[in-house]
């Protein structure tokens, strides 16, 4: 009564309430900087309403999804590429600071989840990437400058019919992995090395219709079972089926056995560099260490994909062979459906991984192809040479292609215009501009038709050389 009396003891009082206050709000004041400086934290910065680290029903996916959009209406947009078959909407948000139309120069780069139903940490995951996107906007600069320079395509699960019957706490198993008619949907796409046969699914059918409405030029495809960046070739012109033979018996349970051997891209070199970007930036996946006795260990936590088992139907094959988009395979943990308390673990994981590897869609070669009027030509094609995968130019004549430091020539060509070669130099720091104009040809090209599944790059081009030219 005494100290309350006296201005004295109200100073007194007042210093001991203050004391008391900070040392209260001492965690929430160290953390503050992590925010700014993204290389460091991997600590999760929580939204005033924060994601909860459980896993979410398609009920709950889908309003998280419509809440984050409709408070970060400049942020995102929220669209759906189709429906499962028991009609759950695919959704996809776009996190970008123009969310809801492409911006002429700015890459459009894409995350998969939950291709397999019961694979759902990728699912949560990328919830929790964009929370962090959103959230982080103002106060994170290098979050601010990828979301400036780059619109983000996240689809949480491609397979919410399958995540609807799996159980939490499976490791292993196969219960919930198909979708609701029993397909594998990473077996289910078109294949470069071998005619796939079986059916095609709504869900995979959306994914295709999508990403060739879209040109991406990275992706990264969320799984679980295993601790390792898988990249293409997924699938070899001479796999050998061995009898009786399994790396693991989880895998034996799900996949034909093959010999391991590996099958490279003309783009090996990158897809190495992409693999290494985000184990190096995972908090244990670098280190290669076996999930149990029987798996394997990856050196440097990455593995060409059919050294570790050839497939048949691939997503990530797909996506590079059919339209240049350079897709690699995240297996993020080793339990397919751990229990939930583990997830803010795999966050902490996982986060600074899945944001410095969309970044790397800013490294190497990017501009233009113009007609002699200055107008962009839809559809040019483009081969790095050496590189026999090529890939084509938006509606609005732009291109991206990841390169490593280097000297590189490019082969242009179009339906009405004279190829022409180029040549251009990739460095470290900073992606290289580079446009390119083409000149009209004297004699009007048909277009070619071919029989394969493949993509119709080549046959154009040699089409292409083989004509008069100014």
């Known amino acids: 009564m005494i100290l309350r009396n006296t201005i004295v003891g109200?100073?007194?009082?007042?210093?001991?309430?203050?004391?008391?206050?900070?040392?209260?709000?001492?965690k929430t004041v160290s953390t503050e900087p992590l925010s700014m400086a993204l290389p460091e934290p991997r600590a999760y910065l929580p939204d005033a309403q924060n994601l909860d680290f459980v896993y979410h029903d398609h009920e709950e996916l889908t309003r998280f999804l419509r809440?984050?959009?409709a408070?970060?209406?400049?942020?995102?947009a929220l669209y759906s590429i189709g429906k499962s078959i028991q009609g759950r909407d695919l959704w996809v948000m776009?996190?970008?600071?123009?969310?809801?139309?492409?911006?002429?120069?700015?890459?459009d780069v894409k995350y998969v989840g939950n291709i397999h139903g019961n694979e759902p940490v990728g699912r949560e995951m990328l919830l929790h990437l964009i929370q962090y996107f959103v959230s982080s906007y103002n106060t994170d600069q290098y979050v601010k400058w990828l979301l400036d320079n780059t619109r983000i395509h996240i689809l949480p699960t491609m397979n919410p019919d399958g995540y609807a019957v799996s159980k939490e706490g499976t490791c292993d198993g196969g219960q919930g992995r198909y979708n609701a008619r029993g397909f594998d949907l990473?077996?289910?796409?078109?294949?470069?090395?071998?005619?796939?046969?079986k059916r095609g699914q709504p869900e995979t059918d959306a994914v295709k219709d999508w990403i060739s409405k879209i040109q991406f030029v990275l992706s990264g495809s969320l799984h679980g079972g295993a601790l390792v960046a898988s990249y293409p070739y997924d699938n070899t012109p001479n796999s050998r089926l061995l009898k009786g033979i399994c790396r693991s018996s989880a895998l034996c349970a799900m996949f034909q056995t093959y010999s391991a051997a590996p099958s490279l891209t003309p783009d090996d070199d990158v897809f190495k560099?992409?693999?290494?970007?985000?184990?190096?930036n995972h908090a244990k996946m670098s280190r290669g260490v076996a999930c149990k006795s029987a798996t394997p260990a990856f050196e440097n936590g990455i593995t060409n994909g059919a050294a570790w088992y050839p497939l048949t139907g691939g997503m990530q094959d797909y996506n590079y062979v059919w339209y240049g988009c350079m897709e690699i395979t995240l297996e993020i943990s080793c339990c397919k459906f751990p229990p939930a308390y583990e997830l803010k673990k795999?966050?902490?994981?996982?986060?600074?991984?899945?944001?410095?590897?969309l970044a790397e869609a800013h490294r190497g070669v990017q501009g233009f192809v113009f007609d002699p009027a200055g107008m962009p030509i839809e559809r040019a094609s483009i081969k790095i040479k050496g590189r026999d995968v090529g890939f084509q130019t938006t509606k609005y004549g732009e291109f991206w292609r990841i390169l490593l430091?280097?000297?590189?020539?490019?082969?242009?060509f179009a339906e009405g215009y004279a190829p022409r070669e180029v040549e251009f130099v990739i460095v470290e720091q900073h992606p290289t501009l580079l446009n390119v104009t083409l000149q009209a040809s004297k004699y009007i090209i048909a277009s070619t038709t071919t029989t394969t599944n493949a993509p119709k790059r080549s046959t154009t081009a040699r089409n292409l050389r083989d004509q008069p030219t100014d």
């Open 346 to 357: 795999y966050w902490e994981d996982n986060q600074l991984s899945l944001i410095k590897f």
């Open 94 to 107: 776009v996190v970008s600071s123009s969310p809801y139309e492409h911006m002429v120069g700015k890459p």
């Open 67 to 69: 809440a984050t959009s």
């Open 186 to 197: 990473n077996r289910n796409f078109p294949d470069y090395f071998k005619q796939n046969n």
């Open 405 to 412: 430091p280097g000297y590189y020539k490019a082969e242009v």
């Open 273 to 280: 560099h992409l693999s290494l970007v985000y184990a190096r």
């Open 71 to 76: 408070r970060y209406p400049n942020l995102t």
């Open 10 to 26: 109200q100073l007194l009082l007042l210093m001991l309430l203050y004391t008391t206050e900070y040392l209260c709000n001492a």
